[in-house]
């Protein structure tokens, strides 16, 4: 079937990486760096807008209703067939850089290496996340009224912390890269850009797209990595104590009966 079906499933399988999955990967990252950007565009209620921006977007996702079948339907679903294939694709192909040293063998090579990092770490930041699996440490405790706090903890356990940060940049870096240079593919596959010039065109674009992405990805761990942890911690906890104090106000159906039309 698989082989009947060839050009159909490459298809489908560039557009899953696109859509969704490839466009998660923007705000994903926005939200990630909003610990840095957010101190310049935020704003600050309680001392650094960076942690409440972030904390605001993270509570913002977890208050989406049905999240979880959101998840598994638009997100985890796709990025499973996505890997299911690219993992056939990946062993069905032949990389050939030791006969052709062109740009073009080594891209293929790497969006291949990439992609097989891109799986076991998606696979361990989702169970991270969703399940608390650390893998001894190597992934996050996230906590979700302490969001940014919680993950500079995770990256500032001296020496065991920068090797984390490095591990999280170099996977989060071939994400981008994969992303980038399969979007750059993708546009072959359904005959977007069939000239050279036009390849180049599309080629200069997803390079800007991966270098702003890539920076983002930086900027997040760093910021994570240098975040003053007990000054975010405060800050969390009074965002959590004044939301829950703005819900036990809201009126009661039985407060809401007596009040005047």
Same mark, same amino acid.
Not at 189 to 218: D, E, H, P
Not at 230 to 254: F, V, W
């Given at each position: 079937?698989?082989?009947?079906?060839?050009?159909? *499933?490459?298809?489908?399988? &560039? +557009? !899953?990486?696109?859509?969704?999955?490839?466009?998660?990967? *923007?705000?994903?990252?926005?939200?990630?760096?909003?610990?840095?950007?957010?101190?310049?565009?935020?704003? !600050?209620?309680?001392?650094?807008?960076?942690?409440?921006?972030?904390? #605001?977007?993270?509570?913002?996702? #977890?208050?989406?209703?049905? +999240?979880?079948?959101?998840?598994?339907?638009?997100?985890?679903?796709?990025?499973?067939?996505?890997?299911?294939?690219?993992? =056939?694709?990946?062993? $069905?192909?032949?990389?050939?850089?030791?006969?052709?040293?062109?740009?073009? !063998?080594?891209? /293929?090579?790497?969006?291949? @290496?990439?992609?097989?990092?891109?799986?076991?770490?998606? =696979?361990?930041?989702?169970?991270?996340?969703?399940?608390?699996?650390?893998?001894?440490?190597?992934?996050?405790?996230?906590?979700?009224?302490?969001?940014?706090?919680? +993950?500079?903890?995770?990256?500032?356990?001296?020496?065991?912390? +920068?090797?984390?940060?490095?591990?999280?940049?170099?996977?989060?870096?071939?994400?981008?890269? #994969?992303?980038?240079?399969?979007?750059?593919?993708?546009?072959?596959?359904?005959?977007?850009?069939? $000239?050279?010039?036009?390849?180049?065109?599309?080629? /200069?674009?997803?390079?800007?797209?991966?270098?702003? @992405?890539?920076?983002?990805?930086?900027?997040?761990?760093?910021? /994570?990595?240098?975040?003053?942890?007990?000054?975010?911690?405060?800050?969390?906890?009074?965002? /959590?104590? !004044?939301?829950?104090?703005?819900?036990?106000?809201?009126?009661?159906?039985?407060?809401?009966?007596?009040?005047? &039309?």
């Amino acid at each position: 079937m698989l082989d009947r079906h060839y050009h159909l *499933l490459r298809r489908l399988h &560039s +557009l !899953s990486g696109v859509f969704p999955v490839g466009l998660f990967l *923007l705000p994903h990252l926005t939200t990630n760096s909003s610990v840095v950007w957010g101190r310049f565009l935020g704003k !600050s209620e309680y001392g650094d807008a960076g942690v409440e921006t972030f904390q #605001h977007e993270v509570d913002f996702i #977890h208050s989406l209703p049905a +999240l979880e079948i959101i998840e598994w339907t638009v997100l985890f679903g796709p990025i499973a067939f996505h890997a299911i294939l690219g993992i =056939f694709f990946a062993r $069905s192909g032949k990389v050939n850089v030791d006969r052709y040293r062109w740009n073009g !063998s080594w891209r /293929y090579a790497l969006q291949r @290496l990439t992609g097989y990092l891109a799986v076991l770490f998606i =696979f361990l930041h989702i169970t991270s996340l969703r399940f608390g699996w650390t893998y001894l440490g190597l992934m996050p405790s996230f906590d979700v009224h302490h969001a940014a706090s919680s +993950l500079a903890i995770h990256f500032q356990q001296g020496q065991t912390g +920068l090797l984390l940060a490095a591990f999280y940049l170099v996977c989060v870096l071939a994400i981008v890269f #994969h992303f980038a240079n399969g979007l750059w593919s993708a546009a072959i596959t359904w005959g977007l850009t069939v $000239s050279r010039a036009s390849q180049n065109r599309w080629g /200069y674009a997803c390079a800007a797209l991966g270098l702003g @992405l890539s920076t983002m990805a930086v900027a997040a761990i760093a910021g /994570y990595s240098t975040l003053d942890i007990d000054a975010a911690r405060k800050i969390e906890e009074q965002m /959590y104590q !004044s939301s829950t104090e703005s819900i036990s106000e809201l009126p009661t159906k039985a407060n809401t009966e007596s009040l005047p &039309s």
